[in-house]
């Protein structure tokens, strides 16, 4: 015979009708709380009973909104078949809250950090009080073991007490498990809010860095003096600046040159044009310079360009040999002279960058001798003057990078001006708006990659 | 702890002028006979990997260049003419061809990619096409 919890609304309902809470799988099956126990026997199996119960129901329902539990028992309950005449609800409150039916063998809710259940635990004990004088097991929200075979039987007074007794032991040991576990799943449940909230302030903190470095620096140093200088310390960040403003004066100024050779200009205007693109490069060399003074590293790691430029990068920038690959045929016709000329830039140019190349392979060798030699001795132990020797002498090799840098962009400088001594004016003019074109692309390309869809 | 750059870095043209025995005649002198004795000349320290480059620029050419690694002359000279030249021309290496002065990285780089390099190669007799 299986141990029903029946749990009484208030004295008449329990003196007139059977309430029986059982572990029915059927009845289990329909909770939202698989993981809650008991809280499942109590939530299952709910009847709305009009009659007597209907103050006590709104209470109840006050009294369960904590956590994301409450509105789920609610509908738990109310999702339940209603065949059997269970005072559920009324149970779902004593277990959870307990309810204004608790008596003076639950424990005290007030120590849990639901705000309700102080409430709560007032108004049971106010009706405790009132009830004292009555039966315990008759009258208030007792937590009772009513036996369907005691029921019928109708056994002695003294019977019925000790499993009175017997039941609300037990119903308090379960009360007090059942608790544990909410509590458990209210504590985690505000924990996962609270670290999905940090995380979104935190991305919104970056985002808003990043937006405030990118556009603010200007605004905090105040000066409309030279800004570089303003910016000073952060050399990299100085450079982005500058670059970005550099890229937007070319795309004008090669705005106006696409104009220029569509509507057939004149060649000396056009030359206006052409070589006012020719000093715009030089620009950018002169700042790659400064950049690389300040930090050679983020020169050489190409990260102020694309992602897709990025995969091109030689020294830290695009290479000669490859821009002449890229003109190709747009610069037909040529003379025999001009094709000679084109042909012997492509192979110096070649030549110089495979040398540069090379010089930057043993730099790196040289690095990593200096940096894997043996200064400490057969034994491990340091000599901290040799440590510290080899660590200038590598620092001295690091400072050679500078060197490489300035001559990997003397030679884009170079080759740029040289292309520009061999072809006319208008071949050269286009020459530099195939260029900038196919630069145009591979940004455009880096866009579209970033913003392609992930699964 | 001071970076000794000088010594195994390139181009530095900080250094200019500022050793005293950058104008001693004998030294200087030496510099020019070794530099004419043959088509390509070419004073380098051996660490330095700007130096390695300029080398390698040659020798991928076809060119046999003559090298003077300074650091490691058996005649003390060698520290006192790598003075010299930075003194001169603002960094190492430095390439003589056919006896003329060229000039450090940058010059040769420059030479290179106007076209005006292997002309003179070619007249100092160490390029043949």
Redesign the interface.
């Known amino acids: 015979m299986q141990s029903f919890k029946a749990i009484a609304a208030n004295s008449d309902m329990y003196c007139h009708s059977p309430f029986y809470l059982r572990a029915d799988e059927s009845i289990r099956n329909q909770t939202r709380f698989a993981d809650l126990g008991e809280l499942e026997l109590s939530a299952a199996g709910f009847h709305h009973d009009t009659n007597a119960v209907d103050l006590s129901r709104s209470s109840i329902y006050n009294n369960l909104h904590f956590g994301g539990l409450p509105a789920e028992l609610g509908t738990a309950g109310a999702e339940v078949e209603t065949g059997q005449q269970y005072m559920l609800h009324k149970a779902t409150t004593v277990v959870i809250g307990g309810g204004a039916m608790g008596n003076g063998n639950f424990e005290n809710w007030g120590d849990s950090a639901l705000a309700e259940n102080s409430q709560r635990t007032e108004s049971s004990t106010d009706i405790d009080t009132d009830d004292k004088n009555q039966s315990r097991g008759v009258q208030d929200g007792a937590l009772v073991v009513v036996d369907s075979m005691d029921q019928s039987k109708g056994g002695t007074g003294d019977q019925k007490q000790t499993l009175r007794r017997l039941a609300q032991n037990r119903e308090a040991a379960r009360k007090s498990r059942l608790r544990k576990k909410v509590m458990d799943f209210i504590l985690c449940s505000a924990y996962v809010q609270q670290l999905e909230n940090s995380r979104l302030k935190l991305t919104q903190l970056e985002q808003e860095l990043q937006r405030a470095r990118q556009q603010g620096i200007f605004i905090a140093t105040g000066s409309s003096g030279d800004q570089s200088v303003s910016i000073g310390s952060n050399g990299a960040l100085a450079f982005d600046i500058d670059y970005a403003r550099w890229l937007d004066e070319h795309q004008r100024l090669i705005n106006d040159l696409r104009s220029a050779v569509n509507s057939h200009m004149g060649d000396n205007d056009l030359r206006v044009l052409v070589d006012a693109v020719m000093s715009h490069y030089d620009e950018i060399f002169r700042l790659k310079g400064v950049g690389a003074k300040s930090d050679v590293f983020h020169m050489l790691s190409g990260m102020w360009k694309t992602p897709a430029e990025r995969c091109f990068l030689w020294l830290g920038g695009f290479r000669s040999s490859e821009l002449l690959k890229i003109l190709g045929n747009h610069l037909e016709p040529l003379t025999d002279q001009q094709l000679m000329g084109i042909c012997n830039l492509q192979q110096s140019s070649q030549q110089a960058e495979d040398a540069l190349s090379q010089g930057m392979e043993a730099l790196q060798q040289s690095l990593v001798e200096t940096l894997s030699s043996n200064c400490l001795g057969p034994t491990g132990s340091g000599n901290v003057a040799d440590y510290m020797g080899q660590m200038a002498i590598a620092m001295g090799k690091l400072a050679t990078l500078e060197n490489f840098l300035h001559q990997a962009d003397l030679l884009r400088q170079q080759t740029l001006q040289q292309m520009h001594r061999i072809l006319t004016t208008r071949q050269a003019a286009r020459a530099l708006l195939v260029i900038s074109d196919y630069m145009s692309r591979l940004r455009a390309l880096s866009s579209l990659w970033l913003a392609r869809p992930k699964d | 702890?001071?970076?000794?750059?000088k010594?195994?870095?390139?181009?530095c043209p900080t250094t200019r002028s500022s050793s005293s025995s950058t104008n001693d005649p004998a030294i200087v002198e030496r510099i020019g006979r070794l530099a004419a004795a043959n088509a390509v000349v070419i004073f380098s320290i051996s660490?330095?990997?700007?130096c390695?480059?300029?080398k390698?620029?040659f020798r991928?050419?076809g060119v046999n260049p003559t090298v003077y690694e300074l650091d490691e002359d058996p005649s003390r000279s060698g520290r006192e003419m790598e003075r010299a030249l930075i003194g001169l021309i603002g960094a190492i290496p430095v390439v003589f061809i056919g006896g003329k002065l060229v000039g450090d990285?940058?010059r040769v780089?420059?030479c290179?990619?106007?076209?005006t390099?292997?002309p003179l190669l070619k007249d100092a007799g160490a390029l043949w096409l």
């Open positions: 702890m001071t970076y000794q750059t010594s195994w870095g390139s181009n660490t330095c990997s700007m390695h480059a300029v390698k620029l991928n050419m990285t940058d780089m420059a290179h990619i106007s076209g390099l292997v």
